[in-house]
């Protein structure tokens, strides 16, 4: 494996590296993550034991065709993290803010953003 130079990390950092943009802290969302898996399967768990509970007292194959019925009738409830969006996105977009909150010194900063785009247009070997 070929040693990378400094400009091509950086470009391959902006074009893989991921950061939160979903509007939340991005500390909060070490618990926030979690906790939003665990709720879906806590729920699933619980109407599964509810519905067999129902089932257990009768002795007959038509209440356990019924509650297996009853529970192969509807999806499981389910959560899926969204991923983050692109460093490359993430910077280009604080810097065209930076810009319009603060128009002294637009020249420069338009030159970052075109400096910024011109790396990330580079192909990723």
Do not use: F
């Not at 729920?43 to 007959?60: C, F, M, P, T, Y």
């Not at 065709?65 to 192969?72: F, G, K, Q, T, V």
């Not at 460093?87 to 970052?112: F, H, N």
Request: glycine share 6%.
């Amino acid at each position: 494996m070929r040693r990378k130079s400094p400009p091509e990390k950086k470009r391959l950092s902006y074009a893989k590296d991921r950061r939160n943009d979903y509007g939340e802290n991005d500390k909060s969302s070490r618990k926030n993550i979690p906790l939003s898996k665990k709720a879906p399967h806590r729920a699933n768990r619980h109407w599964a034991s509810q519905i067999l509970e129902a089932a257990k007292g009768g002795v007959d194959a038509s209440a356990e065709a019924a509650a297996e019925e009853r529970l192969l009738r509807r999806r499981p409830k389910s959560w899926k993290k969204s991923p983050g969006a692109p460093l490359g996105e993430i910077v280009r977009y604080t810097l065209q803010r930076r810009m319009s909150l603060a128009p002294e010194g637009r020249q420069r900063k338009t030159a970052r953003i075109e400096g910024l785009r011109q790396r990330m247009r580079q192909p990723i070997d």
